[in-house]
């Protein structure tokens, strides 16, 4: 257990180093599984529409426009949720926010089941969007500054994980709720399971230890929450607390202050890949699971089936991606593009001509797999960066800037590519060039990732001399004493 100290300061306890030798505990695994929840009715009650579309567009003679605007709703909504929730969560903590969010999702997903237009839909949709998209962040967040090193990102990855289960489950529920109860009672089942877990929440869900460390939060509340990492370790006789890992952020609470702490050193190109990275795996993976029933029904596959694949293709990529990151965090960011490398060909190979035949499935089932694999990846690199004090708000940008692509994929995807069977396929094609996009900054990521760690390695250098001096030259005020 590290720490440092200082005639005036006395004994600082360093909270990184503290929580890094301990390695993963029983309470790391217990907030993954927390989290992992959170993160499966999340992705239950977004995913729902994808689903339920089929029916809607029967029920309420939903033209192709409108099928855009519905779909994209929630997109829309995420990405004003990503900036208040990420934003809140950095000033109030990642437990309160995600608290809120959680409840007020529940309550939109089970109103709208009561949606008879849809403009209403819309509204619905928007509005649960942004609780949806408040939470993300903050539950990255929580799990990163929690874990040991080597296991950040691919708690990240579990997380979502989560996320892409509950998209799964969407459809396995769809499937067995819609025909006799229709597609109202699929959005109140959902709505109430996902109430249920808010109460559950409101019992078990901590908060971010370094998240209160960065913030200066008292030391009786600090204690206690480390305790629960390591119950028999002994904190008695340090008055402060610190963070050796982390550089000097501004305590400024602006969201401007916040902004600009994104953009410090080698974060300012960082930033940027992060963005466009994320925008070209958020393109791919909305447009799949927007339209992904749409496209295979228009190639000839029925809605059951088609279904299925969807929620296999989901769920094995977010599992692939768990499994690729704990192979990239010891060998590097760069191995990431193994998995959208492996989609090309096979979007490609779709969009081309290959849509019928004994290959089409297995090309439809692998290549969903590897855009799921792929985003699941991508996602953990886009709050690691980050300092604590900031890394919500990070997250929360890169997650806004990526629904911008999440709700330009309905919408262009409706005008572009559902008109007919070529359509579709050129729609294959586009999210192979989607792909190459991601390739290429995973690669300028990895590349640039080695000088912010220079920096840090720097930045800690700088610290540890800064504490030695205090140490070895008391303060006028202890020498008067």
């Not at 691919?154 to 998209?167: H, P």
């Not at 390591?230 to 550089?247: H, I, K, N, R, W």
Request: proline share 5%; hydrophobic share 55%; with cysteine.
């Amino acid at each position: 257990m590290a720490e440092q100290a200082s005639p005036q300061t006395g004994r600082l306890l360093d909270v990184a180093a503290f929580l890094e030798g301990l390695g993963m505990t029983r309470f790391h695994t217990r907030l993954l599984v927390i989290s992992c929840l959170v993160t499966f009715f999340d992705g239950l009650d977004f995913s729902l529409i994808a689903f339920t579309l089929p029916y809607l567009r029967d029920e309420m003679n939903l033209t192709d426009a409108m099928i855009g605007y519905v779909s994209a709703a929630a997109f829309v909504g995420q990405m004003i949720g990503s900036l208040i929730g990420s934003y809140i969560a950095d000033i109030l903590g990642r437990r309160p926010v995600i608290l809120w969010c959680t409840v007020f999702g529940a309550a939109l997903t089970f109103v709208t089941g009561f949606a008879q237009t849809p403009e209403t839909l819309i509204a619905l949709r928007f509005l649960g969007g942004i609780a949806i998209g408040g939470l993300l962040a903050p539950a990255w967040s929580i799990n990163i500054e929690t874990m040991p090193s080597g296991k950040k990102a691919t708690a990240v990855t579990i997380i979502m994980l989560g996320f892409s289960a509950g998209g799964a489950a969407a459809g396995q529920v769809t499937n067995f709720i819609a025909p006799m109860h229709g597609w109202e009672g699929v959005f109140f089942f959902c709505g109430g399971m996902t109430a249920l877990l808010a109460v559950v929440l409101q019992f078990v869900l901590p908060e971010s230890v370094r998240w209160m460390t960065a913030k200066g939060k008292p030391m009786d509340r600090i204690v206690p929450m480390l305790k629960r990492f390591a119950p028999a370790a002994d904190l008695g006789g340090y008055t402060g607390v610190m963070l050796s890992d982390e550089g000097k952020v501004s305590r400024k609470e602006s969201p401007w202050a916040k902004f600009y702490e994104l953009f410090r050193g080698s974060l300012a190109i960082i930033t940027p890949i992060i963005w466009a990275t994320y925008f070209c795996s958020s393109f791919a993976i909305y447009l799949k699971s927007s339209f992904g029933l749409l496209f295979l029904e228009e190639l000839g596959i029925a809605r059951g089936t088609a279904a299925n694949l969807s929620s296999i293709g989901g769920l094995t990529g977010a599992i692939a991606g768990v499994f690729l990151l704990g192979f990239t965090e010891k060998r590097g960011p760069v191995w990431i593009a193994l998995a959208p490398l492996l989609g090309i060909p096979a979007a490609l190979a779709i969009g081309w001509g290959l849509d019928s035949g004994p290959l089409f499935i297995p090309l439809v089932l692998f290549g969903s797999i590897m855009v799921g694999t792929g985003h699941a990846a991508v996602i953990s690199l886009t709050t690691i960066y980050y300092p604590s004090a900031v890394r919500s708000t990070g997250g929360g940008w890169a997650s806004f800037m990526a629904k911008f692509a999440a709700v330009a994929a309905p919408i262009l995807g409706a005008h572009y590519f559902l008109a007919d069977k070529a359509a579709v396929l050129d729609g294959y094609v586009f999210t192979g060039l989607c792909l190459a996009g991601v390739v290429v900054g995973i690669l300028a990521l990895a590349f640039f990732a080695r000088r912010l760690h220079a920096e840090r390695q720097a930045d800690a250098a700088v610290a540890a001399e800064a504490a030695e001096a205090a140490i070895a030259e008391p303060s006028p005020a202890y020498q008067k004493a």
